[in-house]
């Protein structure tokens, strides 16, 4: 059973993945992770590109076959019941599928016959679902019209039309101004609130911490972290994080041994030094009775931006 983020209440398992596989020919893409989901939470799948996140949610959406290990989806085999799984899914994809020469209305119509919805139902459910994603004065408008921010919301609706008891969402605010990203966190938070099961797959770390009760880090196609966001930065970084910047002309003198002592863990990058401390003003003053003079300081709490980077390294990811 899982446990409630709120209660510490055990939950009914919705999602249980164990030694979960998925080779396309000789790529492995997941390698073998363990992880489950209980009704209510918000789950959320970090990593770098290529790590296996929208790989093992195509798995969960029964749209991609299990190559080994074992994956049950709402106490259902997705080899067995894949149709019956995705009746009661809610689907936010990466993209948006919307029919653009279609108006807003008429997109969450079509998509409603596709769960043989009756006509009545879906007219009102339609008028709820648009008025929760402040599109209900949108209703009649071409979906071309519409901004970026505005075609997510209506890709949220869109997949909640059939009441489902999971919502995916890969990547549900990539490419939104912060205007709309933080609009669609307060929809995705009231949809929380109500008790609906959300998994996530989100390249942001703020997003993460804001939205997720529980997440995991995956890298080369493997689980290497998981937890609360609390206990990821618990275990993987410190309290918090002293930023130094120095002039061009004495950073390329400073070395490793220059900060030794000053705190938990140091930090070497092209354009600034990381000071990992459990007291930030502490290592702050002793950064300057060492003699240090850096141009710019900045104490900080660790996020999970620090705990991802560590597991999953600096380097770009193509």
Not at 57 to 82: E, H, N, Y
Not at 254 to 280: I, Q
Not at 287 to 310: A, W
Request: hydrophobic content about 40%; some cysteine; proline content about 5%.
């Amino acid at each position: 059973m899982a446990r409630s983020a709120a209660e510490g209440a055990p939950e009914p398992v919705l999602i249980e993945a164990r030694n979960l596989t998925k080779r396309f020919g000789d790529r492995l893409a997941v390698d073998g992770i363990d992880f489950s989901v209980g009704r209510g939470e918000v789950f959320g799948f970090l990593g770098p590109n290529g790590a296996g996140k929208t790989t093992t949610m195509r798995m969960i959406a029964c749209v991609s076959p299990v190559t080994a290990g074992q994956l049950r989806v709402l106490d259902m085999d997705p080899a067995a019941d894949g149709p019956r799984i995705r009746a009661r899914l809610g689907v936010v994809p990466q993209a948006d599928t919307l029919d653009t020469e279609l108006s807003v209305g008429d997109n969450l119509v079509i998509y409603a016959r596709y769960f043989d919805i009756p006509r009545s139902v879906a007219r009102e459910r339609i008028r709820e679902l648009l008025d929760f994603v402040q599109l209900g004065d949108r209703v009649d408008e071409q979906v071309d019209s519409l901004s970026g921010g505005m075609k997510r919301r209506l890709t949220i609706a869109r997949g909640l039309i059939n009441n489902p008891d999971i919502i995916l969402l890969d990547e549900p605010t990539t490419g939104l101004d912060p205007q709309a990203r933080h609009l669609l966190w307060d929809r995705l938070y009231r949809l929380k609130q109500r008790g609906t099961t959300l998994v996530l797959t989100t390249h942001y770390m703020d997003e993460a911490e804001q939205l997720c009760d529980r997440l995991v880090v995956m890298d080369h196609a493997r689980i290497v972290a998981a937890g609360t966001p609390a206990s990821l930065i618990a275990a993987y970084s410190t309290r918090e994080v002293v930023e130094l910047r120095f002039a061009d002309a004495q950073r390329d003198s400073l070395a490793a041994p220059a900060f030794s002592g000053l705190a938990e863990r140091v930090e070497m990058l092209p354009d600034r030094v990381l000071l990992y401390s459990h007291d930030g003003e502490a290592t702050s003053e002793a950064v300057h009775r060492r003699g240090l003079t850096p141009s710019s300081m900045l104490v900080r709490r660790s996020t999970l931006e620090d705990v991802f980077l560590r597991l999953t390294g600096r380097s770009l990811v193509e």
